[in-house]
């Protein structure tokens, strides 16, 4: 099920992407992408939880850009 918080994890996910791409810090991404999890956690998809727990981030937004 696709919800604000998902969608923002998802927004999130493609910005830390886009700055590792540039060269750019990445700090700001992962605190709230950690924050953005536990929010989700109760209601996520096993996958997505499991992908996002071991920081599998490439998947994790792979995960919700099928959704």
Known sequence: MVTDTTLELKQT???MFARIEAGEDITDQLLHIDTLAQEIAPTAPAMLKH???RRSYTKALAFLQEM
Do not use: I, P
């Open 51 to 53: 992908y996002l727990e």
């Open 13 to 15: 996910l493609s910005t």
